[in-house]
């Protein structure tokens, strides 16, 4: 069974993560980005669609023309684990062209 | 200038949807759908997006797993238009393996 981060791990992981806020009432991290318009930004999508179908970790998320919001946490148990890290570096390793939004 | 749908053109073209409902306080359409699995979902997203990109009339949508949430809306009309009801006419007859959600 996959465990929640504990505050160490969290304290260890967390700093290496470009631009992702703890959410508010949620155990769960956020990231907003902007792209260039939506032919990039659905681009990005499907890559991390990809990564999520061979992880069969898949993300929350929310899109409009260049923007894409991104939600991650474990549904299984409940909060933040390692699975969720894993998919922020991959998310961060192909956002370097993408804005904050 | 594209123009919002009149009274007359929401009565004779909402009936033809399948599954749309008018949002509360914004003028804009809503479906929501579940597919069997994210493989699904997200292919039926991309099927949009090619149809987005070539109609240069792009949704706003929420994605987790096999849950799709479409909102259309035109954003310079400030509402609903024809542009509105093709692209939820291209979606519906995309989304026949789909159930409501």
Excluded: C
């Excluded at 160490?8 to 470009?18: C, G, I, K, M, N």
């Excluded at 991290?29 to 990039?40: M, S």
Aim: aromatic share 10%; charged share 25%; proline share 3%.
């Amino acid at each position: 069974m996959i465990h929640k981060l504990t505050s160490e791990e969290r304290a260890s992981q967390f700093p290496q993560l470009d631009g992702w806020q703890a959410m508010a009432g949620r155990d769960a991290i956020q990231r907003k980005l902007r792209f260039a318009d939506f032919n990039e930004a659905f681009g990005f999508m499907t890559r991390v669609a990809i990564k999520a179908q061979e992880m069969d970790h898949h993300p929350e998320w929310f899109n409009v023309y260049n923007r894409v919001e991104i939600t991650l946490s474990t549904h299984e148990a409940g909060g933040i684990t390692e699975r969720d890290i894993l998919m922020a570096k991959f998310i961060d390793s192909i956002a370097k062209g993408a804005q904050p939004d």
